[in-house]
Every structure is written in C-alpha cells, then in structure tokens.
C-alpha cells in the first residue's frame, strides 16, 4: 500500500468514527431538549448556543492546528467532545436551567472547532507530502459516502436504542465512540507535510498564522465571496436538520415514535451516501465547479419551500432525501474550490474562518427559525428558511465571477 493511501485510509477511518459517535444523538437531540424540559425556542436556543460556541473558539481552534498541529488539535476536539458529551447528559438528567444548556452547548461547539479545519488541513497537506496524484473531490466524496453509513448507521440505533431505553443512553454510547476515536488518532494520526512553527515564539507564531490567513481567506476574494455564502446555507442547514426530527413525527402522528426521528437522520445519511457517489460524475456534467454551487443551491431552495407546502409524511421523507443528496454531492467541490485556492502553511486557519461563517450564521438563523416554528409551525420556518437560504446565491455568482484557478473542473 503507498503512503498516499495510508493517508486517505486513515482519514476515513477517522471520518467513520467521528461522524458515527456524533450521529449517535442526531436523530433524538431536539426531542431531548424537549424532554429535558425547554421550549422549542429554547431548544434551538441551544442549539445556536453550540453555533456560537463554534464561532468564538473557530479561530484560535485553528491557529492552534496551524502552530501546535493538526493531530494535537484534533485530540484536543475528541478530549473536549468526550467530556462535554457527559456534562450534556448530567444536565439532562438534572434537568438543568436554560444558563446550563447555554454553558455545555459552548463546550460541544469548543470540540468541534478542534476538528474543522485541522482534519482537513491534515489530509490535504499529508497527500501532497506522499505524492498523491488524484483529485481531491474523490478523496471527499469517499468521505461523504463513509461519513454518510457512518451517520446512517449511528442515527438508526440511536433512535432505536432511545425507543427501548431512554434519551439518555445514545449520549453514552457517543461518550465511548469518541474514547476510541481519541485512541486511533494518538496512535495513527501523524503530521505529514506540516512543520510546526517551533522557532517563533507563541505570539509571533500566532500573528504569522493570522496575518496569513486573513490575506489567503477574507482577502482572497473568490474564498471571501463562498465564505460570505456560508452562514445562509449553514445556518439555515443546521436548523432544517434538527427540525426535522419534531416535524415528521408530526406528520407521522405519534410523538413518542423516536425511531422515526432516527429514520429521518438515517435518510439524511443515505442520501448522503448518494451525494457522495454522484459527487466525481458531477466533474463530466459542469465545467465550473461554481456552477454545480449555483445548480445545487436553486434545487435546495426548492427542496425547502416544498417542504413547507407539503402535509404528507412520505411526500416529505422524499424532499428530505432530495434535499441531503444534493448537498452532499456539492460539497467535494466547494470544498476542492476552496482548498484550491489557500496557503498550505494557514490552511487549517482559513478553513477554520470558513467554518466561522458558516456557525455564525446558525446563532442568528437557528433560533430566529425557532420562534417561527413557535408562531406559526414547522412549514412556516422551512418557507422562511428557503427565502434566507437564497440569500447566499448572489455570493456565488460573485466568486464564479473571479475566474479563480480553482474552479474549473479540470483543475
């Protein structure tokens, strides 16, 4: 097996643990909120709690990545996951006030930020180091489709594994996933094509990092234009995504039936795994990949508003699949744009900021959605969220207009 492939083979693996300990509660995280007491404002409250948290902490999170290391950052995101999963599940069963959930949504948001942008920088850097010839988009869209069973699997048994016990138990079988993912990575995980900055000190070595990334990212005006997009589609994908669980139960009729929210994480997932498949044809159908961006985005904004219109449970389990696929098979490409296009030495910071944008926009969007779905219910915050989605269309059309080296297909 050559080098390079180790280097992919390992970041799969890392993809298909990480993703299946996450999974574990997606299918079941707003029904416990809910159950632990919180409003659904307040659920999605929380929710953007973790957003913000992944907003504050995104920046330093990847400086760290980009000085100290990319496999010290993401043991760093697995330690902080491991510890403030538990906390979650201590003020579940306490019953905590809304300030606590506050408090813990930051710490899970702290975990994630060691792992955006770090994991990725690693791959990238490590499959230039042993002379890997591919292109980058198979590398993702394996990683959608691992990332996709992974979550498949893990949001079926957590719906199910809450159905025959309680809410509580798929956040400690999370809380033992991410100890053996800590494990792999402390004994696999090495930085391959990165040199840590070990002779500035820690605030030169700081400064140079963020001098770069700020000129490699929010200078760099065909990223600045995709990062500009990022909070429309994320904050509005973020909040779809958990609203769903309550929605297709609604629709389903019974609000106890916590496999149906698993099932409708696990089609998420596989539509994923679909995404993923389509992603490397989608380099013989567009010449740009900032084409396939604007393609994707109109059929997500339609995907939504049909969402909202429709009142019929398998009706809306087909635009949820519809909905997932297409943004899985555009993301290998938005994400090869953007790496295309940045300094390896900032990578993890400039992908950091990227991630930014995208969780700032889930602190405002998330629980601006939830007080639509509190007013005047579920399809009215999907309708809502279809016209912010929009929003981030302009800002592609902009970034095509760069002609950057990045975005056609071949490159």
Do not use: K
């Amino acid at each position: 097996m050559t080098p390079a492939r180790r280097v992919e083979r390992l970041y799969l693996l890392l993809t298909l643990l990480t993703t299946l300990a996450a999974s574990f509660i997606w299918g079941v995280n707003t029904l416990f909120l809910l159950d632990a007491g919180l409003s659904n404002t307040e659920a999605f409250l929380a929710n953007a709690f973790f957003t913000l948290g992944m907003v504050v902490f995104e920046v330093p999170t990847g400086v760290v990545a980009d000085t100290r290391g990319r496999r010290f950052s993401f043991l760093l995101g697995t330690g902080t996951l491991l510890a403030s999963t538990l906390l979650y599940l201590w003020m579940w069963s306490m019953r905590a006030p809304m300030w606590g959930w506050a408090l813990s949504s930051v710490l899970i948001g702290l975990g994630f930020t060691f792992f955006s942008g770090a994991t990725e920088a690693w791959l990238v850097d490590a499959l230039a180091a042993t002379g890997y010839e591919g292109s980058l988009e198979a590398v993702f869209a394996r990683a959608q489709v691992v990332g996709g069973a992974a979550m498949l699997s893990g949001s079926v048994l957590g719906g199910v594994i809450a159905q025959f016990t309680n809410l509580g138990v798929p956040y400690l079988a999370r809380a033992g996933l991410l100890g053996l993912t800590m494990v792999v990575g402390w004994w696999f995980m090495h930085d391959l094509g990165f040199t840590r900055q070990t002779h500035a000190s820690p605030v030169a070595a700081v400064r140079s990092v963020l001098a770069g990334a700020i000129e490699g990212g929010l200078r760099n005006r065909p990223v600045r234009w995709l990062m500009l997009a990022a909070p429309f589609t994320a904050g509005t994908g973020f909040y779809v995504f958990y609203a769903l669980q309550p929605h297709l139960l609604q629709l389903y009729g019974d609000p106890n039936a916590y496999g149906i929210a698993g099932l409708a994480a696990a089609l998420s997932a596989g539509s994923q795994i679909v995404g993923g498949l389509l992603a490397p044809r989608l380099r013989r159908w567009f010449r740009l990949r900032t084409d396939a961006l604007v393609v994707g985005g109109l059929l997500g904004v339609s995907c939504l508003v049909l969402l909202g219109l429709a009142g019929n449970f398998a009706v809306a389990l087909v635009l949820v699949a519809v909905w997932s696929m297409v943004g899985a098979a555009v993301a290998p490409l938005r994400q090869s744009f953007v790496n295309g296009a940045i300094p390896s030495a900032q990578r993890a910071t400039v992908l950091s900021f990227d991630s930014l944008m995208g969780s700032a926009g889930g602190v405002v969007i998330q629980p601006g959605l939830g007080r639509v779905a509190d007013a005047a219910g579920y399809p009215a915050s999907f309708l809502v969220g279809a016209a912010v989605q929009s929003l981030a269309l302009p800002f592609v059309l902009l970034a095509r207009r760069e002609r950057a080296a990045s975005d056609p297909i071949g490159s």
